[in-house]
């Protein structure tokens, strides 16, 4: 993909969400509110600044590789997939819904914390977060059955339950 702001182009490829490796790519324009869109990917757009808002029927939105983006929109509420790895410039997430089950951030640099974590939660990674001191409540995520944090240099440890895992 080598266009960077061709609107009838964008307005056609949002009928099939998926948007990859649009190197140029600067912004998406306004998604619309309503509707059926219930999927958005969109990774390795390199020059992505930001994101429109968000349509609250979206469950899944992967924007992954977008190293230019420093901030997500908020994040409609029936979302259950968020993957945003390797989105080198993101500097926080908004709130996360309370139907999130996964979560990928891994390699986000520039990430010192993360949000209130859902009880649906049940995929974190996080590995690679250089920057990330801290994972929040933790211990109170009664479905989490696969979490990653390798690699998180500024991270210390990390409380499960009753047990403190060291950062080897």
Do not use: F
């Amino acid at each position: 993909c080598n266009w960077s702001q061709d609107t009838t182009v964008l307005n056609t490829l949002l009928a099939m969400p998926s948007v990859h490796r649009c190197e140029n790519l600067l912004a998406l324009p306004e998604l619309p509110s309503t509707g059926s869109l219930q999927i958005l990917e969109m990774y390795g757009c390199l020059q992505l600044q930001e994101l429109p808002a968000l349509p609250t029927t979206l469950v899944k939105l992967d924007c992954s590789g977008c190293t230019k983006l420093q901030q997500l929109p908020t994040l409609p509420g029936q979302l259950t997939e968020l993957k945003c790895g390797e989105c080198s410039g993101l500097r926080r997430l908004p709130r996360l819904p309370s139907n999130l089950r996964e979560l990928r951030c891994q390699d986000c640099n520039e990430l010192v914390i993360l949000p209130k974590l859902p009880l649906s939660l049940e995929v974190l990674n996080c590995s690679g977060c250089k920057q990330l001191r801290r994972l929040p409540n933790i211990v109170t995520l009664p479905n989490l059955r696969e979490l990653c944090c390798k690699g998180c240099e500024s991270m210390d440890h990390v409380r499960v339950g009753n047990r403190l895992v060291i950062r080897v």
